[in-house]
């Protein structure tokens, strides 16, 4: 293969743009923009070529170098806040050392092999249906894999692209101290114009595990874009209200 053949989709800073786009859009809607790290002058200090000898090619070890990422405000599993997908969080390549490394060399695509040189795990799932996302550097994709069902590659720019879009329209919903809510397809979430859901009836319902239902899915759509979302999102407020509503829900159903 050729060197013009082999040269990566998209180069080092380019894939750290991409990634720095996306995540500054996540500041403007769930997660606050303290939490988003930009790597110093050189890169990330203990990321060199020696901590990732015989796991990553040097293209890859200089995307990770120049990465931002967002530090996690927690590391409970069941809080979507440091979440970019379903039950799926984001590692913190600025840390890893060649322990770190050998600890993340996760099985590619179910077969046996480790992963590629020039294939990382951007982001970690966790149980059925969550989302463990690869970055492919040489094919500029991004390939996300659904645990324990299927996975589909895109483009890296475009994947993003159409993440930010299922957070606008909601098809992704953060909630404080929950799992991050994903509205699938064959869901069916009535959205009538003009016609609004009320709080008794959401808490009417005889299940009280939150998230799991159309009105709960319907009323938190209602609620977030009652604050502004997404292009004004007033999150604190709109997460004090949906924390209030989740406690008289879960105490509800635990008086039956």
Excluded at 65 to 75: D, I, M
Excluded at 158 to 169: A, G, N, S
Excluded at 214 to 242: C, S
Aim: with cysteine; net charge negative.
């Amino acid at each position: 293969m050729s060197d013009e053949e082999n040269r990566p989709i998209y180069s080092a800073s380019e894939t750290a743009a991409i990634v720095l786009d996306f995540l500054t859009f996540l500041t403007t809607l769930h997660r606050d923009p303290d939490d988003l790290v930009m790597p110093p002058p050189g890169g990330w200090p203990s990321y060199t070529p020696e901590n990732c000898a015989g796991f990553k090619s040097d293209f890859t070890v200089e995307v990770l170098r120049n990465l931002p990422y967002l530090g996690s405000r927690t590391s409970d599993h069941g809080d979507s806040s440091g979440h970019i997908h379903y039950k799926s969080h984001l590692l913190d390549y600025s840390t890893f050392d060649s322990a770190r490394f050998a600890e993340q060399e996760y099985l590619w695509s179910g077969d046996e092999d480790s992963v590629p040189d020039h294939i990382f795990v951007f982001a970690e799932g966790y149980e059925s249906g969550g989302r463990t996302l690869f970055l492919n550097l040489r094919e500029g994709t991004v390939v996300e894999e659904e645990l324990r069902c299927d996975s589909f590659e895109q483009d890296l720019r475009e994947y993003f692209e159409d993440l930010k879009d299922k957070y606008r329209r909601l098809e992704l919903i953060p909630c404080p101290g929950r799992e991050m809510i994903e509205v699938r397809a064959l869901d069916v979430v009535p959205e009538e114009q003009g016609v609004e859901l009320s709080e008794e009836e959401v808490l009417a319902q005889t299940d009280p595990y939150w998230g799991y239902s159309t009105l709960d899915v319907q009323y938190a759509r209602q609620l977030y874009r009652a604050f502004g979302w997404p292009d004004n999102f007033r999150r604190d407020e709109a997460f004090r209200e949906i924390r209030k509503l989740i406690e008289k829900r879960e105490a509800k159903g635990g008086e039956g």
